[in-house]
Nanobody, 112 residues
Framework: EVQLVESGGGLVQPGGSLRLSCAAS????????MSWVRQVPGKGPEWVSG????????YYADSVKGRFTISRDNAANTLYLQMNSLKPEDTAAYYC?????WGQGTQVTVSS
């Protein structure tokens, strides 16, 4: 079964940066579009960013455009999300998503 394992979350001050990683296994990673989705307790999930299988086409929610960068290393079966200029409203659990498959998530907290 598909396995997605996120890492890289943590506590950061406003204006800071974090880089999330998602280690993918048990499927042909390089053949699939991937996404990052975030969720705050009590609220519905918010799509953040997506990337095509080859890594040359990317998509972003307006809320993160210009601050976040999605990328992938198909040789290493890993998806990334570079997050810069973080804001308190970016606080959420971040999930790596392939279709209906979600990882366990990594918590990002932006606070002074």
């Amino acid at each position: 079964e598909v396995q997605l394992v996120e890492s890289g979350g943590g506590l950061v001050q406003p204006g800071g940066s974090l880089r999330l990683s998602c280690a993918a296994s048990r499927f042909t990673f390089g053949s699939y579009r991937m996404s990052w989705v975030r969720q705050v307790p009590g609220k519905g999930p918010e799509w953040v960013s997506g990337i095509n299988s080859g890594g040359d086409v990317t998509y972003y929610a307006d809320s993160v455009k210009g601050r976040f960068t999605i990328s992938r290393d198909n040789a290493a079966n890993t998806l990334y999300l570079q997050m810069n200029s973080l804001k308190p409203e970016d606080t959420a659990a971040y999930y790596c998503v392939l279709g209906s498959y979600w990882g366990q998530g990594t918590q990002v907290t932006v606070s002074s």
